[in-house]
Antibody, heavy 120, light 107 residues
């Protein structure tokens, strides 16, 4: 069955970097995109962007340009989100989700989320 | 960017009630509208895509309708496990955008 398993919680100091992983299984990794979605504490869902697992081309939402980088290692069916120069406002739950172009680009399978806490 | 406006932001309902949530897009998105359910401590779950297509495994009491700019999610008979927050999302163009969410609480 399709599964996306994300890396665990991270506690980082302001200015540091963090890399969140999202390991996919149960489907052909390169046939779909991987979405990244942020949920700040007590807030709604915010689409950060996606990376095409076939081409490696990323698309970033405007709020997530510069310090946010999506990457892939297709040999292990894993997508990554790296955030640099962390700020307190980056504290959030970060989800990866498979994007299915056959189903109107809906996010049909989600990881369990990775909590990133930025605090000194 | 396409703005998605959901209403209401919260509602109280009883088990067995019919519940309707609306979502409006700032421009036409054809049928590129998805609905998700989120429960505390759990990842969001896709309920409906393409405005009205039920994702596999989702109970038939959930339905979606609409096209263009106006969409609805209906729960025909609210069950205890349906108390959650619901989000619409447009996938017509990037950046994909979510509505603000509707929290369905127990009356």
């Amino acid at each position: 069955q399709v599964q996306l398993v994300q890396s665990g919680s991270e506690l980082k100091e302001p200015g540091a970097s963090v890399k969140v992983s999202c390991k996919a299984s149960g489907y052909t990794f390169t046939a779909y995109v991987v979405n990244w979605v942020r949920q700040a504490p007590g807030q709604g869902l915010q689409w950060m962007g996606w990376i095409n697992a076939k081409t490696g081309n990323p698309i970033y939402a405007q709020d997530f340009t510069g310090r946010f980088v999506f990457s892939l290692d297709t040999s292990v069916s894993t997508a990554y989100l790296e955030i640099s120069s962390l700020k307190a406002e980056d504290t959030a739950l970060y989800y990866c989700a498979r994007g299915n172009s056959d189903n109107y680009h809906s996010a049909d399978y989600w990881g369990q989320g990775s909590l990133v806490t930025v605090s000194s | 960017d396409i703005q998605m406006t959901q209403s209401p932001s919260s509602l109280s309902a009883s088990v067995g009630d019919r519940v309707t949530i609306t979502c409006r897009a700032s421009q036409s998105i054809s049928s590129y509208l998805n609905w998700y359910q989120e429960k505390p401590g759990k990842a969001p779950k896709l309920l409906i895509y393409a405005a009205s297509t039920l994702q596999s495994g989702v109970p038939l009491r959930f339905s979606g309708s609409g096209s263009g700019t106006d969409f609805t999610l209906t729960i025909s008979s609210l069950q205890p496990e349906d108390f959650a927050t619901y989000y619409c999302q447009q996938s017509y163009s990037t950046p994909l955008t979510f509505g603000g969410g509707t929290k369905v609480e127990i009356k």
